[in-house]
């Protein structure tokens, strides 16, 4: 069993910052490559940030230079640092992990971007 909790998304104004958190449940985390995806109004979802269990980092071209993707292993959490935000950036966020070939998703925290 794996579940995951996001946090931290919010209202703000376009060029303003949020940090998403994203916290795991149950062991092995520090094993695990963890994701973060977004879901815009009437968009499919898409890839934003991944980071390997040995801190490897990618990235969507478009966030690239504005959001950081980190991990605390110590407390199971990930974490996505968003700068210089966009209103392109609206969505939910879901935090997202891969264990045994199956993906496990949390629920999902909302950033709304404002002109």
């Known amino acids: 069993q794996v579940q995951l909790v996001e946090s931290g998304g919010g209202l703000v104004q376009a060029g303003g910052s949020l940090r998403l958190s994203c916290a795991a449940s149950g062991s092995g985390f520090s094993t695990k490559p963890m994701g973060w995806y977004r879901q815009a109004p009437g968009k499919q979802r898409e890839f934003v940030a991944s980071?390997?269990?040995?801190?490897?980092?990618n990235y969507k071209d478009s966030v690239k230079g504005r959001f950081t993707i980190s991990r605390d292993n110590a407390k199971n959490t990930v974490y996505l640092q968003m700068n210089n935000l966009k209103p392109e950036d609206t969505g939910v966020y879901l935090c997202m992990t891969v264990v045994d070939s199956a993906a496990y998703w949390g629920q999902g925290t909302q950033v709304t971007v404002s002109s």
């Open positions: 980071i390997t269990s040995r801190g490897t980092t």
